[in-house]
T-cell receptor, first 113, second 113 residues
Framework: DTAVSQTPKYLVTQMGNDKSIKCEQNLGHDTMYWYKQDSKKFLKIMFSYNNKELIINETVPNRFSPKSPDKAHLNLHINSLELGDSAVYFC????????????FGQGTRLTVV | AQSVTQLGSHVSVSEGALVLLRCNYSSSVPPYLFWYVQYPNQGLQLLLKYTTGATLVKGINGFEAEFKKSETSFHLTKPSAHMSDAAEYFCAVRAKAGTALIFGKGTTLSVSS
């Protein structure tokens, strides 16, 4: 049983397209995150949701829009894709936001051509 | 604001040698500290964490880390490296509830026979 699953694993698309990445966790956690890992492997927080409410919204272009239909799902929609959006996007979840660790999905490698 | 500095973007050791990966943090409040490992084309896996209590923390795969408040450090060690330890290692900090994990830039560990 995969704890945090993302689809798709790989995504290749042209500039200007709109795409979505889906994330589901079966751990019963109440908090979910999206992180972006760039080509130098630096991990940066993008968004965080707690019980479907947006609690962290870092400086991210408004072309990126997260949606949480329920606390087990957090999807990421990207409009008008640009070359610089190419990266690996990780979904993660945790129970609470204090001393608990985050569990990560396998990542979605997005390549914009 | 909280931050993490990992000294040394690349560490090379021989199989059987001591592994030492350095992590220093900055936080205005007592932090929660984590070490994650990332194998190629995979997500992040928790190695160990420090929240409160004993400052020497043992994790999986023979790794351990010591929280030193006076030095604001949380270095990761393993007495004897194995070829399978070759991976990317990330130190992370969470300063308080309601914030996400903030990651260091990562250290690539190479192990030679």
């Amino acid at each position: 049983d995969t704890a945090v699953s993302q689809t798709p694993k790989y995504l290749v698309t042209q500039m200007g397209n709109d795409k979505s990445i889906k994330c589901e966790q079966n751990l019963g956690h109440d908090t979910m995150y999206w992180y972006k890992q760039d080509s130098k492997k630096f991990l940066k927080i993008m968004f965080s949701y707690n019980n479907k409410e947006l609690i962290i919204n870092e400086t991210v272009p408004n072309r990126f829009s997260p949606k949480s239909p329920d606390k087990a799902h957090l999807n990421l929609h990207i409009n008008s894709l640009e070359l610089g959006d190419s990266a690996v996007y990780f979904c993660a979840s945790s129970q609470g936001q204090g001393n608990t660790e985050a569990f990560f999905g396998q990542g979605t490698r997005l390549t914009v051509v | 604001a909280q931050s993490v500095t990992q000294l040394g973007s690349h560490v090379s050791v021989s199989e059987g040698a001591l592994v030492l990966l350095r992590c220093n943090y900055s936080s205005s409040v007592p932090p929660y500290l984590f070490w994650y490992v990332q194998y190629p084309n995979q997500g992040l896996q928790l190695l160990l964490k420090y929240t409160t209590g004993a400052t020497l923390v043992k994790g999986i795969n023979g790794f351990e880390a010591e929280f030193k408040k006076s030095e604001t450090s949380f270095h990761l060690t393993k007495p004897s490296a194995h070829m399978s330890d070759a991976a990317e290692y990330f130190c992370a900090v969470r300063a308080k509830a309601g914030t996400a994990l903030i990651f260091g830039k990562g250290t690539t560990l190479s192990v030679s026979s």
